[in-house]
């Protein structure tokens, strides 16, 4: 599955969370430096896709029983049990994005 690195937790929604699993996407960024041709242009990296367990997250629309799935070693979102496909939580690597509201 090749996954963008703006949508990644949403297209992830349907990730199987059982404790434990494991799978691989390759992560799409359109515009990164690379070094190797110092330029910008498209960047793929394959990244391994863990569940590592469910954790309590608190959200400004309230806590959350949430399966943590991460993606390499710098992404993870969080998905509420109880809830839909939505993430309630994530962090892109360098922020942490919240829901806001809940429906």
Not at 88 to 98: D, I, K, P, S
């Amino acid at each position: 599955m090749v996954v963008h690195d703006y949508t990644w937790p949403w297209q992830l929604a349907g990730f199987n969370r059982t404790q434990g699993e494991t799978g691989s996407v390759v992560l799409f960024h359109p515009s990164t430096w690379r070094n190797e041709t110092q330029d910008s242009g498209p960047v793929a990296e394959h990244q391994v896709v863990t569940v590592t367990g469910q954790e309590e997250v608190i959200t400004p629309a309230g806590p959350f029983n949430a399966w943590k799935i991460t993606v390499g070693r710098d992404l993870a979102a969080w998905y509420a049990v109880d809830g839909g496909p939505a993430p309630v939580m994530f962090f892109n690597g360098v922020e942490t994005w919240l829901l806001e509201e809940r429906n």
